[in-house]
């Protein structure tokens, strides 16, 4: 039933998605706003609605502060290095952080709906100016169809600007070239001995078979590459784990640590939902 839904869902057009999910979860938006009188906060910053998130599922603030904790456990991210959030939607990693960084400390953030940078600019970055964040128009057909190729964007930062930067749910929705070409670009613009954390479906053997016939099997095989939608290509992308570690290497970075997650309902000990992966 998920994957019906799911399908019939990915059939709208970006823009159109975002109306969907804004009537859909309407009445779980006037729940919330009755039942914390008003909008819920952290650290004094109204956070959105169910239904005005469009990127991620489960709960909002739990998430976030999940990867602050794994920010630092997995990536030993500190509150005063200078990070990235590449993917920055609408503040999902940035809030939990606003009490973690500390001068001179500065965060920097990017994406590809206009809307989503303009609302976390009046949401976060009024409240804490050292929180900045800068819309990119690129092309991607789960959220936008509009703009440049991802396969040659270049990051609009210097060269070893940052201490840590992270890609979560980025990369499952882009395409090989793009994400070679992200690994590229994180690697220029992070210091030497930086660190870069970034979440993907990882489609080894046995996560393809542990999948199938579940809400997240990859039915669609393009090259060595595997989709779950014929129609929608960033509707979820999985790479093999030897293509992605032979990419890192390409791309200049030294080592890759792969933490597994249970999205495939694989056997053994699992991280997160998605597969985390850590270059250095």
Known sequence: MKRILRGIFYAFGPRARRVVRRITFAPMDLLSLLRHGGRPRYNGIPLPLPGEIFTGGGDFLENGLIFKAYFQTLGGLQPQETVLDIGSGLGRMAIPLTDFLTAPAEYHGFDVVASA????????????????????????????????????????????????????????????????????????????????????????????????????????????????????????????????????????????????????????????????????
């Open 117 to 280: 940078v303009d609302d976390c600019r009046q949401r976060i970055s009024m409240r804490f100016p050292q929180f900045h964040f800068q819309h990119v128009s690129l092309v991607n057909d789960l959220y936008t169809l509009e703009g440049a190729s991802a396969d040659r964007f270049s990051f609009p930062y210097s060269e070893n600007q940052f201490d840590f930067a992270w890609a979560t749910s980025v990369f499952t929705h882009m395409e090989r070239a793009e994400v070679q070409n992200y690994l590229r670009e994180a690697r220029r613009v992070l210091k030497p001995g930086g660190r870069f954390l970034a979440t993907f479906f990882l489609t080894d053997e046995e996560a393809l078979s542990c999948a199938k016939g579940s809400a997240y099997e990859f039915n669609v095989q393009r090259g060595e590459d595997w989709y779950m939608d014929a129609e929608v290509k960033g509707a979820n992308v999985g790479f093999t784990p030897e293509n992605l570690k032979r990419w890192a290497e390409e791309a200049g970075w030294t080592e890759t640590r792969i933490h597994l997650g249970r999205w495939s309902g694989r056997s053994g000990q699992t991280t997160d939902f998605q597969d985390i992966v850590v270059f250095s």
